[in-house]
């Protein structure tokens, strides 16, 4: 099991100095480890706006990222976000357009997400929710 520093919570400074004196060649986590293996993996490009729009769009997808697992169920409101790109965004899915505007999507046979992305796309799709 890997044991990681706190970092960015509520630790106690002194705490948190002695896991370094510790540890010092562990990495600490930060609030956007699920850029790690995404858009900020490229960080720094050595242009200031390049790496401000990077941030900025890495926060925006990662907040409608962890809105969609909210949405699609309990498990997937859990995950993390690479689970997530994984299991509802990469899907093999196949469209077939009908007429005018009617579009349907055809899902993979025995899918194993299949009720948690129906429900995301009912939820993204359907009216809106009535407020209590």
């Known amino acids: 099991m890997k044991r990681e520093i706190g ?26 480890s699920p850029g ?25 997808s990662c907040n409608l990222l962890r809105a969609a697992g909210c949405l699609a169920s309990l498990t997937c409101a859990r995950a993390r976000g690479a689970t997530l790109r994984r299991d509802l965004i990469d899907v093999a899915a196949r469209t077939a357009r009908h007429g005018r505007g009617h579009l349907t999507i055809h899902l993979p046979e025995g899918w194993h997400r299949e009720q948690e992305w129906a429900s995301l796309f009912q939820a993204a799709t359907g009216p809106p929710a009535v407020a209590a």
């Open 36 to 60: 790690r293996n995404g858009p900020l993996a490229h960080l720094p490009s050595g242009r200031f706006p390049a790496n401000a729009a990077r941030l900025a769009l890495t926060a925006i």
């Open 7 to 32: 970092n960015m919570n509520d630790t106690p400074p002194e705490r948190v100095a002695h896991s370094l004196r510790r540890a010092p060649g562990r990495q600490c986590p930060t609030p956007w």
